[in-house]
């Protein structure tokens, strides 16, 4: 079956720093990729999104690579700020909305 | 404009009880996914109604049904409560059109079953 897994449960960065979170998949079926984050006591926050016909998308100071041949998916958030720390999900979907989820990865931002 | 609402925040049950959560889309969404979030498991699918119908739906027990209204409102109903259905959920709110991929999300309703 289908599933969403990712790399490295913690990841610790500096302010001012780079950061990469990465995913893999199973299925090769889905039509597009989602990351969200979540911050404490909240839902889900969209981020931004890839098809699956495409390679990278850049939003603001975010940038999603999406590997179809390896089924590897990375977020990049440049510049990163304590505003950025939160649990980052992976998710993949097609028509309609039954995304599955990877369990996240938290982002610890220290100054 | 308002985002998704939904209600209890917070839920304590006793096994063997049901329990009915609700949420609210953003005005215009005709689309409502519900989810399971836990520490173990993660964010699992339920399902999704789109205008009143269910189109999708994950592998979660038949103890578990929804249903949407025609103001796009929706209710998850958990009969039979077991300890693992201790859980946040979440639901998520979108327009529904087949190449719209932004959900948002609301903040949850804590369900906790002793």
């Known amino acids: 079956g289908e599933s969403v897994g990712l790399h490295l449960p913690t990841l610790s960065v500096q302010e001012g720093d780079n950061s990469i979170i990465n995913c893999a998949y199973s299925?090769?079926?889905?039509?597009?990729f989602i990351w969200y984050k979540q911050e404490s006591g909240k839902g889900p926050q969209f981020i931004i999104d890839?098809?699956?016909?495409?390679d990278k998308r850049q939003g603001q100071r975010v940038t999603v690579l999406l590997n179809k041949t390896v089924k590897h998916l990375s977020l990049q958030i440049a510049a990163t700020q304590p505003g950025d720390s939160a649990v980052y999900f992976c998710?993949?979907?097609?028509?309609?909305?039954?995304?599955?989820f990877g369990k996240g990865t938290s982002l610890l931002v220290t100054p | 404009k308002a985002g998704v609402t939904q209600t209890p925040r917070y839920l304590i049950k006793t096994r063997g009880q049901q329990v009915t959560l609700s949420c609210s889309p953003i005005?215009?969404?005709?689309?409502v996914s519900w989810y399971q979030q836990t520490p173990g498991q993660g964010l699992q699918f339920l399902f999704e109604?789109?205008?009143?119908?269910?189109?999708n739906k994950g592998n979660f027990p038949g103890r578990f049904s929804g249903r949407q209204f025609s103001n796009s409102r929706s209710e998850m109903n958990v009969s039979t409560l077991e300890l693992g259905d201790s859980a946040l959920y979440l639901c998520?709110?979108?327009?529904?059109?087949?190449?719209?991929?932004?959900?948002?999300f609301g903040q949850g309703t804590r369900l906790t079953v002793v």
């Open positions: 998520a709110s979108s327009s529904g059109g087949a190449y719209n991929t932004e959900a948002f």
């Open positions: 998710a993949m979907g097609n028509s309609g909305y039954a995304l599955n």
């Open positions: 890839i098809r699956s016909n495409m």
């Open positions: 109604y789109f205008s009143e119908t269910q189109r």
């Open positions: 005005s215009g969404h005709r689309s």
């Open positions: 299925n090769s079926a889905s039509d597009y």
